[in-house]
């Protein structure tokens, strides 16, 4: 029997396994952050452990950092003391470090990969849920917590239950409009958030295969949303054309070997999934989501669905919605568009493209964070920050910023958000304030309008 792509990496990293109990696997990369870094750092110190490969690990700041004026000293304690403490972590223990200000500084799910430390065939862990993103290449990437952090630090080992195999496969060719946020979104709002629990996503078909690298990783980066464990694409040309030539990506004959080996990894045609689900591209739209989590999605010319559940009727009453009603035309003051899901130079083509020529909305407070130093000098050399300053956006600097409003980025407490990020739970922007999850393109038009339009009557 044929093995699936998940089962060949994880056998290639598996070191042992305990009698009917979890697995020992091999994590090849570590990525590490300022907030879920600091208490894993310190139970190795008290235990007088070394950090054991620290040549496999990079370090970024990105949750809690400013996304304006970042030449000037932190004014925010917390963050400054948890940037402070990562830097001399680092320094400490001799790991690799991107902080404040470097030209690789960014997100930790948008610098890895555009630096070419993510790789096809590997094994990836980072204390953050949205570590899934990496699986865009080809690899198990997953999220650990700060005890799991540890382990790894001190024997760059995890110990595992072995998830099962999930297949998602889309076929056919997508409507004008839309992007990888709305295939996922759509996927999720028909599968629901716990659909994918104990499980390892693979997507496959005609629509994954015909993404850029960004689309993918937009797609990894919330299999999280369906309870996944992480999610993953087939490495193919296109992936191998977007790792070639960065920075940490092999060179030549090197390069030519790695192709080889990667090429092996797709899933064998009689390779067996525990679960399947099958879409057609033709069924999805532009999506927004309605309530507090990423599955109460619809499309947006639908109205919001009838439902007796007590948590739905909650949520509703927390967004201020109302079964059978449409969120066309709902007014709306707050726009971002960044976050690890969407703040790749990608993302901002689309916004720029839509926005040129155009003035946003007086009642509208529109932030643009890019995912990275590198994406933001893309939006410049590119001409895109001129378009979106023209049109009276607000370009700011790299970071996690707006979606989970660990800084000074926050949503008012009652205002609605149209956001690109991943999550629209209760008070994930800010105390109170309310999310809508949309694509770049949704967000966008948006911004223009000062309300949710219907985007396919707006697209030449």
């Known amino acids: 029997m044929g093995q699936t792509l998940f089962d060949k990496i994880w056998d290639h990293h598996l070191i042992d396994t305990i009698k009917n109990g ?9 990525l590490i952050h300022e907030v879920t870094s600091p208490q894993a750092f310190n139970e190795l110190k008290e235990r007088s452990i070394p950090v054991f490969r620290p040549n496999q690990i990079v370090a970024t700041a990105d949750h809690n950092t400013p996304t304006i004026n970042q030449h000037l000293p932190i004014k925010d304690t917390l963050s400054k003391n948890q940037l402070d403490q990562l830097y001399t972590n680092c320094i400490d223990n001799n790991i690799t470090l991107y ?13 890895a990969p555009e630096l070419g430390i993510t790789q096809p065939g590997m094994t990836m862990v980072c204390g953050d849920s949205h570590t899934s993103t990496h699986g865009a290449f080809g690899a198990i990437a997953f999220g650990i917590g700060t005890s799991q952090v540890a382990q790894v630090f001190a024997s760059q080992c995890l110990l595992l239950t072995k998830p099962k195999n999930l297949r998602v496969t889309v076929n056919g060719e997508l409507h004008k409009g839309v992007l990888s ?23 496959a078909g005609d629509v994954f295969k015909n993404m850029s690298m960004e689309g993918r990783m937009t797609v990894c980066n919330m299999s999280i949303e369906m309870g996944a464990r ?3 694409i087939a490495p193919d040309e296109t992936t191998y054309n977007y790792i070639k030539g960065r920075k940490f990506a092999p060179k030549g004959i090197e390069f030519d070997k790695k192709v080889a080996y990667w090429n092996t990894l797709p899933s064998d045609n009689d390779a067996i999934f525990d679960q399947e689900y099958t879409f057609d591209a033709a069924d999805i739209e532009p999506m927004l989501t309605y309530g507090t989590n990423p599955g109460m999605g619809i499309k947006i010319t639908e109205t919001i669905p009838v439902n007796e559940n007590a948590s ?3 949520s509703l009453e927390y967004m201020n919605f109302e079964v059978g009603a449409s969120l066309i035309n709902q007014p709306i003051n707050y726009v ?8 790749r130079i990608e993302d901002f083509r689309v916004a720029a493209n839509y926005i040129k020529g155009k003035q946003k909305a007086s009642n509208v407070t529109a932030w643009l964070v890019p995912g990275s130093k590198q994406v ?4 410049i050399e590119e001409g895109l920050k001129d378009i979106f300053v023209e049109a009276g956006f607000e370009l700011r600097q790299p970071g996690c910023s707006a979606c989970l409003a660990m800084n ?17 739970f209760e008070g994930r922007q800010g105390q109170g304030s309310r999310t809508i999850l949309a694509s770049p393109l949704v967000a966008a038009a948006t911004a223009i309008e000062g309300r949710i339009i219907d985007i396919t009557k707006h697209l030449n």
């Open 99 to 111: 902080q404040l200000g470097h030209q690789y500084n960014g997100i930790v799910h948008v610098m």
């Open 376 to 379: 933001e000098n893309q939006i």
């Open 22 to 30: 979890p697995q020992v696997l091999y994590i090849d990369k570590h």
């Open 181 to 203: 946020k709305d295939v996922i979104l759509y996927i999720i709002s028909k599968l629901g958030t716990n659909s994918g629990t104990g499980y390892f996503c693979e997507y």
């Open 230 to 232: 992480g999610g993953m």
């Open 312 to 314: 739905f009727k909650k």
């Open 336 to 343: 971002f568009i960044g976050s690890c899901t969407n703040s």
């Open 408 to 424: 000074d980025d926050k949503i008012p407490k009652g205002e609605y958000c149209v956001s690109t990020s991943n999550r629209n």
